[in-house]
């Protein structure tokens, strides 16, 4: 049997090592990706208890869990972006969105169109009707934004 020579041993070494971390690489991009979409959904799902809770206290006149769900979802609600609207699309609050500081009324109503018109192109709003003839809405980005 013939030796091998050392250079062509250590070109095989650094192929085995470049083809371990090709693989390491594509694990993990794959994994990434599947934590991202288990992400996704249950971000959705919080968004749409969110939705269902809103429109419950809302429309309830019930006054035993308001309390309860009003604390426990709506105000515990610290990381999906909200912004409330009024019917004709006229922002009337936001909840965790980062609203500059020191902005007049007016700017502070067109960042809040801007923002909105962005997270419409994520996902369509969620429409509350209030009552005869009004709805409010509220529109949700994503954290993937």
């Known amino acids: 049997m013939l ?6 041993q250590k070109s095989r070494i650094k192929l085995v090592i470049v083809g371990v971390a ?13 934590l991202v979409q288990r992400l996704s959904e249950r971000e959705q799902k919080q968004i749409d208890l969110y ?8 429309n309830t006149e019930e006054e035993s869990n308001v309390s309860f769900l009003y604390d ?15 019917d004709s699309g006229y922002p009337l609050d ?5 609203v ?12 809040l169109q801007r923002e909105m018109q962005k997270m419409k192109e994520q996902h369509p709003p969620i ?19």
């Open 72 to 86: 426990e979802i709506i105000e515990a609600n610290t990381t999906i972006p909200v912004i409330w609207a009024d």
């Open 3 to 8: 030796p091998i020579p050392i250079y062509d």
């Open 22 to 34: 090709l693989l390491i690489g594509a694990a993990t991009v794959i994994y990434t990706n599947l």
């Open 100 to 111: 500059p500081k020191g902005l007049s009324e007016t700017a502070r109503v067109t960042y």
């Open 51 to 58: 939705a269902k809770t809103q429109r419950y206290l809302i």
């Open 94 to 98: 936001a909840q965790n969105l980062p």
């Open 127 to 145: 429409v509350i009707e209030i009552g005869a003839g009004c709805a409010t809405s509220f529109t949700i980005r994503s954290r993937r934004s």
